[in-house]
């Protein structure tokens, strides 16, 4: 299951250049086999940042409180973190040996909190640098998906544990949620406006929601494989399936919508909101088999980029400072920035 942790799909198909291509999907509420009609090449510059440490693994990425970029170096047992205004990577190593960091993500705290995935607990992490680590209860729980809440508390995935747990960014103390399918493995989680915990389940093929009602279930077609999830800017949860190539809109009454990529198979995995100025309404995601950065607006019209090195291990995906989209490469241990249109 760690290919739902990093997205790692070997790729041979690198597009050549720096244009982007678009379409316009035709959605559905199942299995999509719409028309695509074609745009005009839109340009986007890509960056690249190399990261100091060799094979470093760089997986979950977000912005830190203090504007700048931080990720996790899932194999160095690192938490790295660029400086915007130099490029300069800065990155502060855990105590526990093996804990394998995959999601980061903003607290309610204003810390950095994230998942150990084999370590088995949660970290904290605050600009300064300094790290606290926190057990979890369920051994082996295998913690990936991470998001901070609005109720004080840092919500996270238990991807072999099959629960959807809670941890007070104030005490510290762990709770966790049990209701999910047989063998789920969620994967990544998100909070909608009315502070529902929404998240991914990778092998049911299922969206789950968890309210004080307790956990609902979305079925999705089969080998939907969803990974990625977040809320959207029209209100609703927007989710990849990497097993079907295809990005997934579910409204709160749980009607789902679906629309393809413009590659075959691309293998959409993280997707994060993006910039006004960058599209209207749109969010961005990963493809990590076509090797592309891509968005998506919420009327459903894809536009995808070529990373310049090829099969490069796209992973993590986050906005960052000055309206750029930030991303990781796993497998070709660099940062890369997408400073749009």
Known sequence: ???????????????????????????????????????????????ELP????????????????????????FKNSIGVVNVATNKI??????????R????????????????????KIGRITTAGVITEYPLTTPKSD???????????????????????????????????????AHAHPAFVAVATDGSIWFTENTAGKIGRLTFRGVQEFPLAANAQPEGIVLGPDGNMWFTEGGLSLIGQITPAGVVTTFPTLTAGAGPGRITVGPADMGPAALWFTEATANN?????????????PVPTSASGLAGIALGPNNQIWFTEHTANKIGIDSGI
Not at 51 to 74: H, K, L, R
């Open 1 to 47: 299951m760690k290919n739902v942790i990093l997205a790692l799909v070997a790729s041979a198909l690198f597009i050549a250049g720096c244009g982007g291509r678009s379409v316009v999907p035709v959605g559905s509420n199942s299995n999509l086999a719409g028309v695509h009609v074609a745009h005009p090449f839109i340009a986007s510059a890509i960056t």
């Open 143 to 181: 913690p990936i998906g991470i998001v901070g809440g609005p109720d004080g508390n840092v919500w996270f995935t238990e991807l072999d544990g099959n629960k959807i747990a809670s941890i007070n960014t104030t005490f510290g103390n762990i709770t966790e949620y049990t209701g999910l399918s």
């Open 51 to 74: 990261v100091p440490q060799a094979s470093s693994g760089p997986a979950g990425t977000t912005t830190g409180p203090d504007g700048n970029v931080w990720f996790t170096e899932y």
């Open 293 to 305: 950065i891509a968005q998506i607006t919420t009327a459903g019209v894809v536009t995808e980029y």
């Open 101 to 120: 960091p995959a999601q980061i993500t903003v607290g309610p705290d204003g810390n950095l909190w994230f998942t150990e995935s084999v370590g088995n």
């Open 90 to 99: 800065k990155r502060f190593r855990l105590p526990t040996v093996n804990a």
